[in-house]
């Protein structure tokens, strides 16, 4: 799997941007994963922002952004979304996307677990090269 984002820039706090995550699969489909979104700020360690699995559509998100930002994917344009809205000083960072396989051996995960999981990890099968963003106050 390859991971691509795109989305990121220079805004101000309180205005809105969308980052995307463009996914290439060899062999298996999207539903075989989850999918996630991290960050990581200057001088800080890298953190989790929210997750989603593709099995079931089940989300997660750090309490940092939850009501502001809003994970989605699309099957059909194997792209994962973050919508990031009321933006502040603190959301700046690189932001990286991430899949991990989740469907082994015919077992296909379901619940709110899975994407709880891959974030609370962090260690997915595939990191994405990430996109900076930048909000000024």
């Known amino acids: 799997v390859q991971l691509v984002e795109s989305g990121g820039g220079l805004v101000q706090a309180g205005e809105s941007l969308t980052l995307s995550c463009a996914v290439s699969i060899s062999g298996l489909t999207f539903d075989d994963y989850a999918f996630g979104w991290f960050r990581q700020a200057p001088g800080k360690e890298r953190e989790e922002v929210s997750c989603?699995?593709?099995?079931?559509?089940?989300?997660y998100y750090a309490d940092s952004v939850a009501g502001r930002f809003t994970i989605s994917s699309n099957k059909a344009e194997n792209t994962v979304f973050l919508q990031m809205n009321n933006l502040k000083p603190e959301d700046t960072a690189v932001y990286y996307c991430?899949?991990?396989?989740?469907?082994?051996?015919?077992?296909?995960?379901?619940?709110?677990?899975?994407?709880?999981?891959?974030?609370?990890?962090?260690?997915?099968?595939?990191w994405g090269q990430g996109t900076r963003v930048t909000v000024s106050s």
């Open positions: 991430a899949a991990d396989r989740v469907v082994v051996g015919g077992f296909v995960p379901k619940g709110d677990y899975v994407p709880k999981q891959l974030c609370s990890e962090q260690t997915p099968e595939r």
């Open positions: 989603i699995s593709s099995t079931d559509g089940a989300t």
